[in-house]
């Protein structure tokens, strides 16, 4: 990942409400959330959110897919740990792999 690339994605995790949608969605694993739950979960109206989770796909780190007559949204693993590695790729000098940490999305079953 590229400095710019990083800027982008801390910017869009750097308000209180996105990080908040972000994080459910770490949670939430391959499945995802749909755009209703997560507003509903976060207690936020329609366009409040559609506005948040356009700064987070444009920043790389959502992705999403009409299901229907809904949208479901993903956390893009990937890029969430293309961040984490670069922001820890310095970390702990010449013994990184020690400390550098990694994600795995895992299934959640639904109850």
């Known amino acids: 990942m590229k ?3 990083a800027v982008r994605a801390l910017a869009a995790l750097a308000h209180d409400s996105r990080l908040a949608a972000y994080r459910l ?7 995802g959330l749909a755009v209703g739950e997560i507003g509903a979960r976060l207690n936020l109206p329609g366009a409040t959110l559609t506005s948040h989770l356009n700064v987070l796909r444009n920043a790389g780190l959502v992705r999403d897919v009409r299901e229907g007559r809904s949208i479901r949204c993903r956390a893009d693993y990937p890029r969430m740990n293309a961040l984490l590695a670069f ?3 310095n970390c702990c000098g010449a013994a990184a792999a020690s400390c550098a940490p990694t994600c795995a999305p895992t299934r959640r079953k639904r109850p």
């Open 87 to 89: 922001l820890t790729e």
């Open 3 to 5: 400095a710019q690339e």
């Open 25 to 31: 969605l770490v949670q939430a694993g391959d499945e």
